[in-house]
C-alpha cells in the first residue's frame, strides 16, 4: 500500500500495478526499455482492472500470451518491480531513500550485473539515496567503493566503515590491484579491528 501522509512509502509489492498505472506513457516507454536493457525482450506492458487492485500483464515477444505478474518467474518480476518504483520516484521529482534486500536475488550474473549498474546510475542521476545488500561478488564490483558502507559487527555493537569515515583505508586500497569483492572478503578490514 502506498502511504501519502508525509512521504511516499512502498509497503507491498502488491501495489506494483497501481504505481505503473500512475505513470505517463513516456514513464511507461522508459520502464520496458530498462526492462529490455537487462536481457528481456518484451514489448508491452499493460494493465486489466479489478476490483481490488489491477493486474499488469507482460508482453514478451515470441510469446502468444502476456503474463499476468504474479506469474512471472521471482528475479523478472523482482526487477519489473523495482524498475517501476524507481521511474515512479523520478516522476515525483522528490528525494527518496529505496531499501533493496539481496538486490539481486533470482537472477542470473548478467542480468543481476546489468540491473545493478542500472539501479545505482539511475538512483545517482536522480538523487535517490539506493540502500541495498548482497552477497553477490560480481553485484558487488558494479557498485564504486566510493558508496560502500560496510558494516562490521564487534559483540552487540556494529560500525560503519565508509570512505568518509576512514578515508586512508579506501585510498590505500585503491592501490592494492584488488577487486571490490576482496576488499570485503579478504583480510584488508581487519587491520581496523586491532
Not at 560503519?160 to 584488488?178: H, I, Q, R, W, Y
Request: net charge negative.
Amino acid at each position: 500500500m502506498l502511504n501519502q501522509q508525509e512521504y511516499d512509502l512502498l509497503t507491498a509489492v502488491e501495489d506494483i500495478p497501481d504505481l505503473f498505472r500512475a505513470l505517463t506513457p513516456i514513464d511507461k516507454e522508459e520502464i520496458i526499455a530498462d526492462f529490455n536493457s537487462l536481457g528481456y525482450n518484451i514489448t508491452n506492458i499493460s494493465l486489466q482492472k479489478r476490483e481490488v487492485s489491477p493486474i499488469m500483464f507482460v508482453k514478451e515477444e515470441g510469446v502468444k500470451k502476456a503474463i499476468p505478474h504474479f506469474a512471472l518467474s521471482q528475479g523478472m518480476f523482482r526487477s519489473l518491480a523495482v524498475i517501476v518504483y524507481l521511474q515512479y520516484l523520478i516522476s515525483r521529482k522528490k528525494p527518496a531513500t529505496i531499501v533493496i534486500d539481496d538486490l539481486c536475488e533470482g537472477l542470473d550474473y548478467e542480468r543481476a550485473t546489468k540491473l545493478g549498474k542500472l539501479l545505482f546510475n539511475k538512483a545517482l542521476k536522480n538523487n535517490i539515496q539506493l540502500i541495498a545488500t548482497s552477497n553477490d561478488n560480481f553485484l558487488m564490483e558494479v557498485v564504486d567503493l566510493e558508496y560502500w558502507n560496510v558494516l562490521i559487527r564487534e559483540g552487540k555493537k556494529v560500525r560503519g566503515v565508509n570512505a568518509k569515515s576512514n578515508p586512508e583505508l579506501f585510498e590505500d586500497f585503491k592501490f592494492t590491484g584488488l577487486s571490490n569483492f576482496d576488499f570485503f572478503s579478504s583480510n584488508y578490514l581487519k587491520t581496523l579491528q586491532k
